[in-house]
């Protein structure tokens, strides 16, 4: 069975950091892109970074500089490291195996595959 659990959210105050783990089974995860995806109250859900097979590496406009992604192929796992958190930053985020466009600025990071969305770990931000 395909799934990526998500761990490490909580409350923080405004400036900040948190790091958020994924961990993922039931297929290659090595060969797969990985996003986190967050969602806010009231709002769509948004990819927030991505990494591709490769370790390209790809960020919101509203993280870049602020949050990092990373991965540890042994572990199956894929972290979000989140510095300067800002009060906006609270949602539910979320992981996924991803279409991670590094080359098209225009793109969008997407979930694709069949597993579904996992529970998420809330994150909020106080100011």
């Known amino acids: 069975e395909v799934q990526l659990v998500e761990s490490g959210g909580g409350l923080v105050q405004a400036g900040g950091s948190l790091r958020l783990s994924c961990v993922a089974s039931?297929?290659?995860?090595?060969?797969?892109?990985i996003g986190w995806f967050r969602q806010a109250p009231g709002k769509e859900r948004e990819g927030v970074s991505c990494?591709?097979?490769?370790?390209?590496?790809r960020y919101a406009d509203t993280v870049k500089g602020r949050f990092t992604i990373s991965s540890d192929n042994a572990k199956n796992r894929v972290y979000l490291q989140m510095n300067s958190l800002k009060p906006e930053d609270t949602a539910i985020y979320s992981c996924?195996?991803?279409?991670?466009?590094?080359?098209?600025?225009?793109?969008?990071?997407?979930?694709?595959?069949?597993?579904?969305w996992g529970q998420g770990t809330q994150v909020t931000v106080s100011s």
């Open positions: 996924a195996t991803a279409y991670c466009p590094t080359l098209q600025p225009t793109g969008v990071i997407s979930k694709v595959g069949p597993a579904p």
């Open positions: 039931g297929f290659a995860f090595d060969r797969y892109a």
């Open positions: 990494m591709n097979d490769d370790g390209t590496t």
